[in-house]
T-cell receptor, first 114, second 115 residues
Framework: EAQVTQNPRYLITVTGKKLTVTCSQN?????MSWYRQDPGLGLRQIYY???????DKGDVPEGYKVSRKEKRNFPLILESPSPNQTSLYFC?????????????FGEGSWLTVV | AQKVTQAQTEISVVEKEDVTLDCVYETRDTTYYLFWYKQPPSGELVFLIR??????QNEISGRYSWNFQKSTSSFNFTITASQVVDSAVYFC????????????FGDGTTLTVKP
């Protein structure tokens, strides 16, 4: 089954404790992206990757890091989480450049930083 | 800079009513794609439609229809004979062909369909 898998789905952590949210897709997609969703603000793009070793900033990259060492994985790293990073996070992928291809989203990861 | 505006924050209708969700976008590019996604209470994002800027034909899929008008930079979504299961947050999104990595979403419209 084609899917984008995120882990963990739910996490409560403390300020400053490094954490990684993993994202994996089994569709051999070149493009992957991370978004955060906050009440009333829709989805805002954090980082995206057009292919292995190619990453770029979205609209809200501050406080986040990503890496794309292999095609199927695109982890989101919070080096020193802060309460303003409490949010719902979505990972997404598409076969190639998104416009001509459907974007598939993971189920979301609820992150709370206290 | 690109922008997507969904002016309707919340809409509430009674079952079987028709409802239109508005989406207005801003871009100077001539080639771009517009999307609609549905987010039901369970939280996942469900792809509904993709439309490129060169295709202004309206589209109908069952009870769903989309009206794309470049002249007014709008890509509105209509649900005919709404049902309770249509209750969700609906997002409109824009991706430029020149910067295909970046996507811009509207803030979403929360639709509540009451029985």
């Amino acid at each position: 089954e084609a899917q984008v898998t995120q882990n963990p789905r739910y996490l409560i952590t403390v300020t400053g404790k490094k954490l990684t949210v993993t994202c994996s897709q089994n569709m051999n997609h070149e493009y992957m992206s991370w978004y955060r969703q906050d009440p009333g603000l829709g989805l805002r793009q954090i980082y995206y990757s057009m292919n292995v070793e190619v990453t770029d900033k979205g609209d809200v990259p501050e406080g986040y890091k990503v890496s794309r060492k292999e095609k199927r994985n695109f982890p989101l790293i919070l080096e020193s989480p802060s309460p303003n990073q409490t949010s719902l996070y979505f990972c997404a992928s598409s076969l190639q450049r998104p416009p001509g291809n459907t974007i598939y989203f993971g189920e979301g990861s609820w992150l709370t930083v206290v | 800079a690109q922008k997507v505006t969904q002016a309707q924050t919340e809409i509430s209708v009674v079952e079987k009513e028709d409802v239109t969700l508005d989406c207005v976008y801003e871009t100077r590019d001539t080639t771009y794609y517009l999307f609609w996604y549905k987010q039901p209470p369970s939280g996942e994002l469900v792809f509904l439609i993709r439309r490129n800027s060169f295709d202004e034909q309206n589209e109908i899929s069952g009870r769903y229809s989309w009206n794309f008008q470049k002249s007014t930079s709008s890509f509105n979504f209509t649900i005919t004979a709404s049902q309770v299961v249509d209750s969700a947050v609906y997002f409109c999104a824009l991706i430029l062909n020149t910067n295909a990595g970046k996507s811009t979403f509207g803030d979403g419209t929360t639709l509540t369909v009451k029985p």
